[in-house]
């Protein structure tokens, strides 16, 4: 199965922008690369996908590199309520949905 | 519009009984389902994957089993709980074979083991 790496945490301070990265070196060309979030007693919510190039919605952006092998979330400002557990995942649709260790974030008022 | 149905919200079993949690999902056809479990202070971990009616793939050996009865029904059961299977149970469906859609998850169930 394809594998992403993430740091283990991340501290933002409260109306900053935060880019979480993400690692992803053996993508294959159906991969997508979707990011969901976990907060605090709730199941995943989803964020954001991409296959090639930069997507926005209006939770956040993601930032995929040329080679696809890293991408980045940016939260363009970051509120208490972002404070949560973000996954970065390799999907294609033809494999099962696998959760990693995800990045801790915490938001600092 | 696609929903997912998850039940119940809270459960409290003495170790030993048998379980039975029900996913169902509306709006959609053939979706993927899957179970999840997440330990206290652990990460989410795939227990079940279905691609199918009767298609289920184990992803963790346990006590534990799942059942497609319905193309949008997906049923986890144990015959005798162990205190080790306390835990979150989340629900979650996808499109087959699209990589380009995101996955819905249920409400989850918290399970405790007594």
């Known amino acids: 199965d394809a594998k992403t790496t993430q740091p283990n945490s991340m501290e933002s301070n409260e109306e900053e922008p935060v880019h979480l990265p993400c690692n992803h070196s053996?993508?294959?060309?159906?991969?997508?690369i979707h990011w969901y979030r976990q907060l605090p007693s709730q199941g995943p919510e989803y964020v954001i996908h991409g296959l090639t190039s930069n997507v926005n919605n209006r939770m956040a952006s993601l930032a995929i590199a040329e080679d696809r092998k890293s991408s980045t979330l940016i939260l363009h400002r970051a509120t208490l309520r972002d404070a949560a557990v973000y996954y970065c995942i390799l999907y294609s649709g033809n494999t099962p949905l696998v959760f990693g260790k995800g990045t801790r974030l915490s938001v600092i008022a | 519009s696609q929903t997912i149905h998850q039940w119940p919200a809270t459960l409290v079993q003495p170790v030993g009984s048998p379980l039975s949690l029900e996913c169902t999902v509306e709006g959609t056809s053939n979706p993927n389902l899957y179970w999840y479990r997440q330990a206290a202070g652990r990460g989410l971990q795939l227990l079940f994957y279905?691609?199918?009616?009767?298609?289920i793939s184990s992803e963790v050996p346990q006590n534990l089993s799942a059942s497609r009865p319905q193309d949008r029904q997906f049923i986890l059961s144990s015959k005798k709980l162990l205190l080790s299977d306390s835990g979150f149970y989340l629900c979650?469906?996808?499109?087959?074979?699209?990589?380009?859609?995101?996955?819905?998850f249920g409400q989850g169930t918290r399970l405790t083991v007594v």
């Open positions: 279905s691609v199918g009616i009767g298609q």
């Open positions: 979650a469906w996808s499109v087959h074979s699209e990589g380009n859609t995101e996955a819905f």
């Open positions: 053996t993508i294959s060309g159906t991969d997508y």
